[in-house]
């Protein structure tokens, strides 16, 4: 038997986005592509936005969501955002890390009664910016701890992963090319689908007379 039909809102930067795949998936086509292959009834709105700060999402959130996941569909919200908060302008970051995680706490309270997932940040091509972006993602990953919320951790795959390092060197030193998002849809796609599972696999289909459903 079919499960809901789950409604999911990807909201992000531009590795939310795909910036860099010629085949114009990113790892939000490739694991929703998967999932919907799995039998879950998954429709994903890809709300990336190329140089956002985890402040410009709690900023937007909850205006792009409110028509995408209406009252009383079964709904959930990707959250994943961290790369541009640890971009050096003047020789300070743009966003702190505790700014960050005061911005993941908006997030959530905007996302309301939805369910969230948030990936973190992947690794990118400059050293120094990584050693900032893995503070940021374990900082990250305490606020979704304290919160009982999931996380999956990108960066540690990343920056371990050969091909995702090659293709960032290769690209603008930030995005990678197909395989790249290949390997970053490898690593969230497990978790992705545990997620839909635990949240979703067992929620009865909401009753909504004199809608049909489109």
């Known amino acids: ?31 929703t592509a998967v999932a919907i292959a799995r039998g879950h009834r998954l429709t994903a709105y890809n709300l990336g936005v190329r140089g956002d700060t985890s402040q410009d999402v709690g900023d937007r959130l909850a205006r792009e969501v409110a028509p995408r996941l209406p009252s009383g569909a079964c709904s959930g919200v990707v959250l994943s955002f961290g790369v541009n908060d640890t971009v050096l302008v003047n020789g300070r970051v743009r966003v702190t890390s505790a700014a960050t995680v005061e911005a993941l706490d908006r ?18 091509g400059d050293d120094a910016q990584n050693q ?22 990108t960066f540690s795959g990343t920056v371990q992963s050969e091909v995702w390092r ?27 689908l545990a997620w839909l599972d635990q949240r979703f696999r067992d929620v009865p289909p909401p009753r909504r007379p004199g809608l049909a459903g489109g």
């Open 132 to 153: 900032r972006l893995l503070s940021t993602s374990e900082a990250l990953r305490e606020a979704a701890g304290r919160r009982g919320a999931p996380f999956v951790d």
């Open 166 to 192: 090659r293709e960032v060197r290769d690209g603008d030193g930030y995005h990678p090319g197909a395989a790249g998002y290949e390997v970053l849809a490898g690593i969230v796609v497990g978790p992705f």
């Open 1 to 31: 038997m079919p499960g809901p039909d789950v409604r999911t809102c990807f909201v992000g930067d531009s590795f939310v986005a795909g910036t860099g795949d010629p085949t114009a998936l990113g790892w939000v086509g490739r694991v």
């Open 107 to 124: 997030s959530y309270q905007a996302a309301g009664a939805a369910e969230v997932l948030l990936v973190g940040p992947p690794a990118v």
